[in-house]
């Protein structure tokens, strides 16, 4: 099911707090987490946001404006026109067919010209994630 957005409200310090983001769907208002988000797919100037309740809404932006906002977020572009979260990542194959499997089963490839940078965001998203389970077990 796809929804037209209308117009996309202007990213605020919400965003970037990893609290939520809102656009205009149908002449109304709907928050959308960003940890709801699984991926986002570019195609021309529209952007497919793909959300981890099997939802899909097509916004008038491009992707690189949505790179731009989510760079802080956990959020890795692998190919030209996905910009995946890596929260949402199920397997990473990064010997012969470079590509990563999502949560959903979907197996995207990484085009070699971003593997190296995916490879450095992936680590950096580990170690993150080792740091956040040390403190759990600490408490």
Do not use: W
């Amino acid at each position: 099911m796809n929804t037209l957005v209308q117009n996309y409200a202007y990213p605020s310090a919400n965003l970037i707090n990893n609290l939520q983001s809102v656009i205009y769907t149908d002449r109304k208002k709907t928050s959308i987490f960003i940890r709801d988000i699984m991926m986002l797919e570019g195609e021309g100037n529209y952007t497919y946001v793909h959300l981890s309740n099997g939802k899909k809404i097509l916004l008038s932006k491009t992707l690189k404006e949505f790179c731009n906002l989510f760079q802080q977020n956990d959020f890795a572009r692998i190919r030209k026109s996905y910009l995946i979260n890596l929260n949402y990542l199920k397997e990473v194959d990064l010997s012969g067919d470079v590509s990563v499997i999502m949560q959903t089963g979907q197996r995207i490839e990484i085009s070699r010209r971003r593997k190296t940078e995916f490879q450095q965001q992936f680590r950096s998203f580990k170690q993150k994630i080792k740091k956040s389970l040390d403190l759990l077990k600490g408490i």
